[in-house]
């Protein structure tokens, strides 16, 4: 694709990946945010009275895990970070960690035995392959975009552009889904489902850290998220959202009420970006989403210091 012959945009001014190093207190926050988000009676246990911490203790956790108490203090201070495939099994179970929650253990668990197995992000994580630009391109007027893993925003197509700009969804010079999200005073009027979405970002978040660690522009972002204390409790709760097909509802100001499903699939290039698209739910919305096509690209009312033509 040459200037000037697509509609699909690239989104500039993200920086590149720096390396990958994993924090190696996640591990030991993950397994005290989830022993303190538990009761005894969760676990069939009678209260014995007032705690000074909330939830679990750490004996009370020890014991159901049969593993020692001093052990799992060296977990949670992050002074042991290699608990064996057992261990991570027992906390799993006396957690009561569901099928994601222990998927995300484990993942923790084996970084930190191997961090030389994961490998880097490649230099390639930024650039949008050409054949998804053209996806994009033949999937107007459904509207659709490809971000990162932690959400910022790389490509879109015309119209995702025509629907999204009204929103605000691109007025930053580096559009970010979870920025929006927690920290535009705008996002609760646009989503009525906000609180959905905010868990799932926050979900997206986690899941990009155990691959991309300490890339410069993820530590900037949950830096700047922390502001939002709505994200601050989230994240330290390590909140998971298992991705599933899911509806989504849009307050629109020039379209009204619009009902989306959101499908989304992972580019298969090792970026782990992903292609996201809104389908329309509903007749009113097809019709909406019909409107968006044709047009020239140039006419879409985005700001042309934010986006440039795919090379």
Do not use: K
Not at 124 to 136: G, M
Not at 215 to 231: T, Y
Request: with cysteine; aromatic share 4%; glycine share 6%.
């Amino acid at each position: 694709m040459h200037p000037g012959t697509g509609r699909a945009r690239l989104i500039r001014g993200i920086p590149r990946h720096t390396g990958r190093v994993l924090d190696q207190t996640d591990l030991g926050a993950f397994l005290r945010a989830r022993r303190e988000a538990l009761s005894p009676a969760d676990v069939g246990l009678r209260d014995s009275g007032r705690r000074r911490t909330p939830g679990l203790r750490r004996e009370e956790v020890a014991a159901l895990a049969g593993v020692s108490i001093d052990y799992l203090v060296r977990l949670e201070q992050g002074r042991d970070t290699r608990p064996s495939p057992s261990v991570i099994s027992a906390l799993s179970d006396a957690l009561l960690l569901d099928e994601d929650a222990r998927h995300h253990l484990g993942l923790l668990a084996m970084i930190n035995n191997g961090p030389e197995l994961c490998p880097s992000v490649p230099d390639s994580a930024r650039v949008v392959p050409a054949t998804v630009t053209a996806l994009l391109e033949r999937l107007d007027p459904t509207p659709a975009v490809v971000l990162t893993p932690y959400g910022d925003l790389l490509a879109a197509n015309h119209a995702m552009r025509a629907l999204g700009a009204p929103l605000g969804l691109f007025d930053r010079p580096q559009p970010n889904v979870a920025w929006f999200t927690f920290l535009d005073p705008r996002a609760r009027e646009v989503f009525p489902d906000l609180d959905t979405m905010a868990h799932q970002q926050v979900s997206d978040l986690r899941a990009a850290r155990l691959r991309w660690g300490q890339d410069p522009r993820l530590v900037a972002l949950v830096e700047e998220l922390q502001a939002s204390p709505a994200f601050a409790e989230l994240w330290s709760s390590h909140a998971l959202s298992a991705r599933t097909r899911a509806e989504l509802r849009v307050v629109h100001p020039d379209l009204g009420p619009l009902h989306v499903a959101v499908e989304t699939m992972t580019v298969s290039d090792g970026s782990d970006q992903r292609l996201v698209t809104w389908l329309p739910a509903d007749d009113a919305t097809a019709a909406a989403f019909a409107g968006l096509a044709g047009g020239d690209p140039a006419e879409t009312p985005v700001s042309p210091a934010v986006l440039r033509v795919v090379s």
